[in-house]
Nanobody, 119 residues
Framework: QVQLVESGGGLVQAGESLRLSCAAS????????MGWYRQAPGKRRELVVL???????DYADSVQGRFIITRDNAKNTVYLQMNSLKPEDTAVYYC?????????????WGQGTQVTVSS
């Protein structure tokens, strides 16, 4: 099992910043990819950004240049610095982890944290 604890989020005005964090705890899995997805009301869940254990990143075009993901492998923790926030960034943000055990891979999701950006 992998347990995810998210923090951060909240209500900000357009142009402001927020920081999310997600800590993964496990005793039997290796954490491979970590990152964030988001889901706005009435829309499908979409990728925000992923980061591998080696530090390779994959950003959605809509957040490239504004959001920065970092990762502390020793703590299995990922941080998302969100700058220049826009009203269209309003969504529930879900932490995502790809955990491995041998040849098997498992997806884990956080409970979600609300980010609201007012105009």
């Amino acid at each position: 099992q992998v347990q995810l604890v998210e923090s951060g989020g909240g209500l900000v005005q357009a142009g402001e910043s927020l920081r999310l964090s997600c800590a993964a705890s496990t005793s039997i899995f290796t954490i491979n990819r970590m990152g964030w997805y988001r889901q706005a009301p009435g829309k499908r869940r979409e990728l925000v950004v992923l980061i591998t254990s080696a530090g390779s990143t994959d950003y959605a075009d809509s957040v490239q240049g504004r959001f920065i993901i970092t990762r502390d492998n020793a703590k299995n923790t990922v941080y998302l610095q969100m700058n220049s926030l826009k009203p269209e960034d309003t969504a529930v943000y879900y932490c995502y982890v790809l955990a491995e055990r041998g040849a098997l891979e498992y997806d884990y999701w956080g409970q979600g944290t609300q980010v609201t950006v007012s105009s």
